[in-house]
């Protein structure tokens, strides 16, 4: 069964600096999301993605994020300096199509550390 | 704006018995979706039963079913016969309008199923 992938699974990274978290979401999928979730909470939108641009993004989604799909399969979100408050684990979902009936797609999650 | 309320932080239930976790939504888009994701202990995003707002019946896979009363703005998730591995967090989201818009999630119910 097709799946999207995330890596790495685990970050452990500085505060101050950057972290890039990939994924690869399913092959004729269309539309691409980043999710975070602070331990504990609930899931919470980031940004939505399709035909090479953002479509919409939450407040969350500062000018310290960016995403990008640099090569047709990739789809990588970027924190450009990480705070203690970025710690939370990260998802990345693609849809086939944009209609209410699409079922959204999760990775497993990238957890990003933030000391 | 939308909003999902999940207001049982937890809940109990005894292998094989049914359990009804409870989801009410606030939208004032005619055209929405409703979605129920597990997330067990793991981590990641279970997609487990999808209802749009226009569907006449409700939806059931396998032995999960959704009881969609639209007049009450609720959509809650009910698990017949439920399993040690049904035991994971449950999180209700909606989708407002067509295309691609984002979900959003409640603040989820962790269910335990006991032997």
């Known amino acids: 069964e097709p799946e999207v992938t995330q890596t790495p699974s685990h970050q452990v990274t500085q505060m101050g600096q950057e972290v890039i978290l990939r994924c690869v979401p399913i092959s004729n999928h269309l539309y691409f999301y980043w999710y975070r979730q602070i331990l504990g909470q609930k899931v919470e939108f980031l940004v939505s993605f399709y035909n090479n641009e953002i479509s919409e993004k939450s407040e969350i989604f500062d000018d310290q994020f960016s995403v990008e799909r640099p090569d047709g399969s990739n789809f990588t979100l970027k924190i450009r300096s990480t705070k203690l408050e970025d710690s939370a684990m990260y998802f990345c979902a693609s849809r086939e199509r944009g209609l209410n009936t699409g079922e959204l797609f999760f990775g497993e999650g990238s957890r990003l550390t933030v000391l | 704006a939308q909003k999902i309320t999940q207001t049982q932080p937890g809940m109990f239930v005894q292998e094989k018995e049914a359990v009804t976790l409870d989801c009410t939504y606030d939208t004032s888009d005619p055209s929405y979706g409703l979605f129920w994701y597990k997330q067990p202990s793991s981590g990641e995003m279970i997609f487990l039963i999808y209802?749009?707002?226009?569907?006449?019946q409700n939806a059931t896979e396998g032995r999960y079913s959704l009881n969609f009363q639209k007049a009450r703005k609720s959509a809650n998730l009910v698990i017949s016969a439920s399993q040690l591995g049904d035991s994971a967090m449950y999180f209700c989201a909606s989708q407002t309008g067509t295309g691609f818009q984002k979900l959003v999630f409640g603040t989820g119910t962790r269910l335990l199923v006991s032997p």
């Open positions: 209802q749009g707002s226009y569907d006449q």
